[in-house]
């Protein structure tokens, strides 16, 4: 692999994501999933004025099919199942942007360090990796929230702590791969100090592949925050999120079956478009541009 060095030894950065941005906007999945999540967060952020009160109760108007006041009907308390599932998408996108922020940020950082610094430190941060992985993620953030208690902080702690492994030890491989790329080679000789070699040449490669792997893995975070709602390990009643409305709805699904339709047709979407974006990343990513 070979870098365009510019200036004083830094690799030229701007050409690989450039071409990556034209190759995207031409693949169709992308423009899909991106209008898939551009519309939920729009919903997200502007929804939320538009509806009602989503913790309002009607006990006179409990479980009402969907109609022109009620275009998703009601819950056995009466309450607007659109109103909760325009609130639920704000929370359950929170979330998991949360998740994926700190994550992503663990992850590339002990993956770059232990890179780096090698020896004893680069063998601590492998084996902390080993053990992550060696054990179940979801069974681990079980665990955390069982002894932290129920609640959306401790559930987005919980999947924040148990999901950046996989992601450093992909990380850490590119970066052992970076030290021996031409620009990196040059720089040395240079005298370029290890801070500068680190921040200008190796982490923007890392970044992006970095970036691109943890997008794979958003779609299967979003469920699992769903999941451990559903189990009321989340956000705790009266509060909208996705999962602990498909739960609540579980008692009266026999007579309400539209119950189902906001939150369920909520994560469809979600994972169906980050599943798109993430396929079109991986389908229009150029190992050698990006190197």
Known sequence: MTGLLT??????????????????????????????VVALLIVAVVGPSLVGDPDATRFTE???????????????????VLARTVYGARVSLLAALVVFAITTTIGITVGVTAALAGGRI??????C??????????????AIVGALGPGLTNLVLAM????????????????????????????????????????????????VYGLISATLGLGETVLGLAGMSFLGLGVQPPTAEWGSM??????DLAVAPWLLIGPGVGLILI??????????LRDCVD????S
């Open 62 to 80: 409990q479980l009402l099919p969907p109609s022109a006041r009620f275009p998703l009907g009601t819950d056995s308390a009466g309450r607007d």
């Open 122 to 127: 680069d063998a601590f941060l492998c084996r």
């Open 246 to 251: 498909l739960n609540s709805s579980r008692i």
């Open 7 to 36: 200036g004083a030894g830094r690799p030229d950065t701007t050409t690989a994501p450039a071409g990556l941005g034209r190759r995207l906007l031409r693949h169709q999945g992308f423009v899909v999933g991106l209008i898939g």
């Open 129 to 142: 990796c080993d053990v992550m992985l060696g054990l179940p993620s979801l069974v681990m953030a079980l």
């Open 287 to 290: 190992l050698k541009e990006m």
């Open 160 to 207: 924040s702590l148990t999901g950046w492994a996989g992601l450093a030890k992909l990380c850490r491989s590119l970066a052992l791969d970076c030290r021996h790329r031409g620009d990196v080679i040059a720089a040395r000789m240079a005298g370029v100090s290890p801070t500068r070699i680190a921040v200008g040449h190796i982490l923007p490669s890392v970044l």
């Open 271 to 280: 994972v169906t478009s980050v599943t798109l974006i993430s396929d079109a």
